[in-house]
């Protein structure tokens, strides 16, 4: 069975933190990316880059030595893209996961871009879920203006 979900845990590091010294907005999405990147590529490997960021909002303020943990679950697939949720949270060392607070959410799209062959099918444990995310990104490619 393929792996649909991906995390890991990372302490944050002093030269991750912006002027008002706690996590860098940036930084966020750089993980959110590699994380969302990493699970794409092991549930069917291939080439992917990221095609889509979607919902993304960014709270909490991490400070330097905080435990910053990422998960990612696959939504859904199609022949060519794997789209994710993905969430990030963080804690003090000294705390326990269940006392972490989030601090990133949202979904990414990735696209595979090495042409060998349909992307395996994934069968979504969350059919609304999935159907919402698919119609956000229709509706808002759709009003994206084109130049």
């Known amino acids: 069975m393929r792996p649909t979900e991906l995390s890991f845990e990372i302490m944050l590091r002093p030269e991750w933190l912006n002027g ?14 590699e994380l969302c990147g ?21 709270s909490g303020s991490p400070t330097v030595r905080n ?3 990422g998960h990612a ?13 993905v969430t990030l949270y963080y804690r ?7 006392e972490e607070k989030i601090c990133a959410h949202g979904y ?7 042409g060998t062959g349909p992307i395996q099918p994934y069968t979504q444990a969350d ?21």
């Open 108 to 114: 990414y799209v990735f696209v595979a871009t090495d």
């Open 92 to 98: 003090k060392r000294s705390e326990l996961q269940a």
């Open 73 to 85: 679950t696959i939504c859904y697939t199609t022949a060519r893209t794997v789209a994710m949720e």
């Open 38 to 58: 990493s699970l794409a590529t092991v549930y069917d490997p291939r080439t992917y880059v990221t095609g889509f960021i979607h919902g993304v909002s960014l």
């Open 67 to 69: 435990i910053i943990r």
């Open 20 to 33: 008002s010294q706690t996590y860098h907005g940036g930084e966020m999405l750089k993980l959110m990316d």
């Open 127 to 147: 059919a609304d879920k999935a159907d919402r995310l698919k119609k956000d990104i229709a509706a808002y490619l759709q009003a994206a203006p084109t130049d």
